[in-house]
């Protein structure tokens, strides 16, 4: 029987793993999608086991029907398919809304910050998790909600994490296709998902953002933004790359296979780094030169500044702009809380949520 991937969700995101996978597989795997759309779980085992027909590659594709909101659900899945690798994408809030501007959430969002969303994307992901580390402790968890941030607090509440997918793969991705056939292998970026909005501008509007550091062939790059102008990515989120961009990390640690990429929130860290799967294990591949410690303290820089962190106290707190942004609405949320009572504080910034949207 081949390896399991269980994949989490059935919105865009998911949809692009699913379907890359079922192009790009090269040795066998199962990937088992789970959710709670019925129409739309059908519809990606449909088209996934399509583009594995249509390509020729060895992956199959299965649904099990759920409800992450049900209590025991992730934990039945896990232990019906013992998979060696589970992959979260489902959440309580859309990515679209870095393209919103028409409430008050879409505002605080645009204004103060993705952190502000932190505690939507944590929440399923916690859960899946929590049944993870119960109900299949061997299996290998990446979390691919707003992982720069939400992966430390995982961390912070001893769950499992191996690392995300997407944000920081966008931008190597996209630096990659834009040099020569075969630049990806010579490229190491360190990006936190501040540094990918330049891109979503075009090149003139740039200017004094923050952007990604990036070396090739080992060298740093002291021209980023000139070298990278003609890239440009959509104000949504930029799915046809950040969906695939983990897809050979995950079927290479389903299939005992290897791989060079760039995830984000490896470990838990803030940010995003790059990254090599070999021999059954994640490790850093960093450039020459640049040490863990300051590539940490580099990416953790950017939520220090405005944004999330989490404590070594067990503490998330909200900094710079995003806290004062909160402090004008919610002065108590504004404060921040302890990640062991992520559940109660989702309820309390859903009901901010609510109000912001007008409902």
């Given at each position: ?13 998911a949809?692009?793993i699913?379907c ?12 088992v999608i ?13 088209a ?9 590659t060895?992956a ?5 029907p759920?409800?992450l909101?049900?209590a025991?659900?992730?934990e039945?899945v896990?232990a019906?398919?013992?998979p060696?690798?589970v ?10 809304v870095i393209a919103?501007?028409g ?6 969002v ?26 299949s ?6 979390n691919?909600?707003?992982?720069d941030?939400?992966?430390?607090i995982?961390?912070?509440?001893g ?5 995300g ?8 991705g996209?630096?990659?296709g834009?040099?020569?056939p ?5 490229l190491?970026?360190?990006a936190?998902?501040q540094?990918?909005g330049?891109?979503r501008r075009?090149?003139?509007d740039?200017?004094?953002?923050p952007v ?8 740093e ?5 000139e ?5 440009r990515?959509?104000p ?5 790359i950040?969906?695939?961009a983990?897809v ?7 299939t ?17 780094y790059?990254v ?10 960093l450039p020459?030169g ?31 702009l ?10 108590a ?8 009572d ?8 859903a ?9």
């Amino acid at each position: 029987m081949s390896p399991t991937l269980l994949l989490f969700g059935t919105g865009a995101f998911a949809g692009r793993i699913a379907c890359d996978i079922g192009a790009t597989a090269e040795a066998p795997v199962t990937v088992v999608i789970a959710g709670r759309n019925r129409d739309r779980l059908d519809w990606l085992v449909t088209a996934g086991r399509a583009r594995a027909a249509v390509f020729g590659t060895p992956a199959h594709f299965t649904a099990a029907p759920l409800d992450l909101q049900e209590a025991g659900a992730a934990e039945r899945v896990l232990a019906a398919h013992r998979p060696a690798v589970v992959v979260q994408a489902a959440s309580v809030q859309a990515s679209a809304v870095i393209a919103g501007r028409g409430d008050g959430w879409s505002r605080l969002v645009a204004e103060g910050g993705l952190s502000a969303t932190a505690v939507f994307q944590a929440l399923l992901s916690a859960r899946v998790a929590r049944a993870v580390q119960a109900a299949s402790p061997g299996a290998l968890f990446v979390n691919c909600c707003f992982p720069d941030v939400v992966n430390g607090i995982l961390a912070a509440l001893g769950l499992p994490v191996a690392c995300g997918v997407g944000n920081i793969g966008i931008l190597s991705g996209a630096f990659a296709g834009a040099l020569e056939p075969g630049a990806a292998g010579r490229l190491h970026l360190l990006a936190h998902y501040q540094t990918i909005g330049a891109w979503r501008r075009p090149s003139q509007d740039r200017a004094g953002s923050p952007v990604p550091r990036v070396w090739l062939d080992g060298v740093e790059l002291a021209d980023v933004r000139e070298r990278f102008a003609a890239v440009r990515l959509t104000p949504e989120p930029a799915i046809e790359i950040s969906g695939a961009a983990g897809v050979p990390l995950l079927v290479a640690m389903a299939t005992s296979g290897a791989a060079r990429t760039h995830v984000p929130g490896p470990f838990g860290l803030p940010g995003g780094y790059p990254v090599r799967w070999r021999d059954g294990a994640l490790g850093l591949d960093l450039p020459p030169g640049l040490t863990r410690e300051a590539a940490i303290a580099w990416n953790a820089g950017f939520e220090a500044a405005n944004g999330l962190v989490v404590g070594a106290d067990g503490v998330a707190r909200y900094t710079g702009l995003l806290r004062d942004r909160l402090r004008a609405i919610s002065p108590a949320l504004a404060e921040g809380f302890a990640v062991r009572d992520l559940e109660a504080v989702h309820a309390e910034m859903a009901a901010l949520r609510r109000r912001l949207q007008g409902g």
